[in-house]
């Protein structure tokens, strides 16, 4: 089984950054992919971005924040990030990192279904 602990959520206003980290432990090795979820009240949680473990470390961005959120690695430190710029009311939600040990296809990468390991969530709000 794979931890994770999120952090780096906190309070901006529209316009603003921030950047989340999810660092990992325990069975880190059996990870194929890392992905950030979403979730605000009333609403279904939504995928937000994902990253494979391979040498590419392919990226994959839901249409609602791609171009403005971008997804890391740092394979050193076991750690996800996701930068968040140019943020807009609708971004506030809990922001959640997944891991998945399953192969996954491309599709796949942004389906909360394929991932076993969840962290508690950090709290975003973007507000004038």
């Known amino acids: 089984q794979v931890q994770l602990v999120e952090s780096g959520g906190g309070f901006v206003q529209p316009g603003g950054s921030l950047t989340l980290s999810c660092v990992a432990a325990?069975?880190?090795?059996?990870?194929?992919?890392t992905a950030w979820f979403r979730q605000s009240p009333g609403k279904q949680r939504e995928a937000v971005a994902g990253?494979?473990?391979?040498?590419?470390?392919?990226?994959y961005y839901s249409s609602s924040v791609r171009g403005r959120f971008t997804i890391s690695r740092d394979s050193a430190k076991n750690t996800v990030s996701l930068e968040m710029t140019g943020l807009k009311v609708e971004d506030s939600a809990v922001y959640y990192c997944?891991?998945?040990?399953?192969?996954?296809?491309?599709?796949?990468?942004?389906?909360?279904?394929?991932?076993?390991?969840w962290g508690q969530g950090t709290q975003v709000t973007v507000s004038s």
């Open positions: 325990g069975r880190t090795r059996d990870v194929f992919a």
């Open positions: 990253i494979l473990n391979g040498r590419n470390q392919q990226k």
């Open positions: 997944a891991t998945g040990t399953r192969s996954m296809t491309i599709a796949g990468v942004l389906e909360a279904e394929n991932y076993d390991s």
